[in-house]
């Protein structure tokens, strides 16, 4: 299953709502996993199943969709998220990740 | 507290081997689903390998039939065996949690990762 992510880049100001998709080449679900990684750090896991937070991950973040199609949504950006967010399903094996939306705050 | 640990990257030549190995504490890895994800420099994650908790292992094409997943339960530890090792395994790899542990999640603890590279 391929995971096309888009934007590639969003630069979004400080308050502003950022949005982020994520297409499954197939159906899967809502099998979809969200994660922020930071320069030099392991990914965070911030969504799963689509829309369900995971653990410390703040309300300001949320995830929808199914089949298909999917966002991530950060209603009110704050520094601290800035980074590289990719999307991965987990319907079906190989599990696979798309490429990834850098989040540049502006 | 839930902790990650991985050890035993470094330099090979192309052909070699290496084993990386996966401290965990905070849980058990024989109750969880257990996998290897990595990223070459510049790119974006790859998932390598899983172990479910009985046993059952499964790999992606990329590293099928050179690459062994397995763990110790009495060392709390999960392994990564790499042989023929080639440039395009170059990459930092991360142990992790999942995608399956009290519910489907995807990869819910992650290790700080493990630099491999693969050069003559």
């Known amino acids: 299953i391929v995971m096309t992510q888009s934007p590639a880049t969003l630069s979004v100001s400080p308050g502003e709502r950022a949005t982020l998709s994520c297409r499954a080449s197939?159906?899967?679900?809502?099998?979809i996993a969200w994660y922020q990684q930071r320069p030099g750090q392991a990914p965070r896991l911030l969504m799963y199943e689509a829309s369900s937070r995971a653990t410390a991950i703040p309300a300001r973040i949320s995830g929808s969709g199914s089949v298909t199609e999917f966002t991530l949504t950060i209603s009110s950006l704050q520094s601290e998220d800035f980074g590289i967010y990719y999307c991965q399903q987990y319907s079906q094996w190989p599990l696979t990740f798309g490429g990834g939306t850098r989040v540049e705050i502006k | 507290e839930v902790q990650l640990v991985e050890t035993g990257g470094g330099l090979s030549q192309p052909g070699g081997s290496l084993r990386l190995a996966c401290r965990v504490s905070g849980f058990a890895v024989s109750d969880n689903h257990m996998s290897w994800v990595r990223q070459a420099p510049g790119t974006g994650l790859e998932w390598v390998s899983v172990?479910?908790?009985?046993?059952?292992?499964i790999y992606a094409e990329s590293v099928k039939g050179r690459f062994t997943i397995f763990r110790d339960n009495a060392k709390n530890t999960l392994y990564l065996q790499m042989n023929s090792l080639s440039a395009e395994d170059t990459a930092v790899y991360y142990c992790?949690?999942?995608?399956?542990?009290?519910?489907?999640?995807?990869?819910?603890?992650w290790g700080q990762g493990a630099l491999v590279a693969v050069s003559s």
């Open positions: 197939q159906d899967i679900g809502s099998r």
């Open positions: 172990i479910y908790g009985d046993n059952t292992e």
């Open positions: 992790a949690r999942g995608p399956y542990s009290t519910t489907w999640m995807g990869f819910d603890y």
